[in-house]
């Protein structure tokens, strides 16, 4: 068991990380201007400085869904028949309700051709072509899968054996990878277990001012500094990221923390909503200010703000009125 404020911790954490998320799909440079090329250079510094910035969440959701799935165990058939079960329902069933929601609003716009023959159309369905962000649900319900392998590696005897995994992913991994069994997922998924196991993230530092030098060092790389030309300089750009989000997350008052904690309960429910609501807001407002630069800003800036307020009081109504229709849609998260 964790304690409650390392469990409250991890909520704010989540519920941060996928703010993050929508502002990674919030990008509005495309829908304003018609390509990548943009005259704004306070958007195009703007963008830069978000995606920077935004990169750690995923990473984020990795470690956090190692650190809990890796702390049990599944060494017998029963449990992890069980284990299989529970995730059908918490996983599982979402990942195909939303997929079918994104297939369906792809048919209906038009914007994507659907293959027309039925494997294709069910390999895209379980790679999550219609829904791209679930991506993420994808890859750890196949980690979870894996879960005897992972627990035979965490096993005192076999630790060089993880201790090898661990450099051999660290040297496979490439940033911002979403592709089938992501290097990245296999990295932080695996690491979350790691800090679980040896109670690394109940860890505070000594100072605030240790808090503060971290998140400053980060701000600034992600203000004036450009990582992808080279790849073990973003690399080392997670280091310093994943843990100023984590320990700037202690800087936050306590009245700031509270409401937070009150909007975590529907984290998920933004996750798996938030896509295609974000897109048609942008893509809508870009069509009556096409190539506007201050609507631009004020859209990028607020509208995924607006957005996420919006969702947050639909997720409460839907799960006011219809909670076994909720649960059954984000698997009670």
Known sequence: MISEQLSNKFRICSFLATIFVVYRHSFVIQAFYGSDLCSSQILIF?????ANLTEVAVPLFFIMSGFFFLDRMYNTC???KNMIAKKAKTLFLPFVFWNLIGLLILTVSKQETIP???LSLIRNFFISDYYGPLWYVRDIMIFMLLVPLYQWMFDTKFRIVLGLLMIALLIYWMPVDCTVLSSEGLLFFTLGGVLGKNRVLEYRLKSKWHNVAILF???????????WGNE?????FYVIGLPAMWYGIDLLSMKVLGLIK?????????????F?????????????????????IITFLFVP????????????????????FYALTTGNR
């Open 262 to 274: 009150k909007l975590s309960a529907y984290t998920f429910f933004v996750y798996v909503t938030h």
């Open 116 to 118: 027309q023959d039925d």
């Open 276 to 296: 295609y609501s974000i897109k048609i807001a942008k893509l809508s407002i870009a069509h009556f200010f096409h190539g506007n630069e201050i609507v631009a």
């Open 232 to 236: 073990w300089l973003h690399k080392f």
């Open 46 to 50: 703007l963008t830069r400085w978000i």
């Open 78 to 80: 029963f449990l992890y």
């Open 217 to 227: 060092i980060w701000q600034v790389c992600c203000l004036f500094v450009s990582f």
């Open 305 to 324: 703000l607006l957005v996420v307020a919006c969702l947050f009081e639909i997720g409460k109504s839907i799960n006011y009125y219809f909670p076994k």
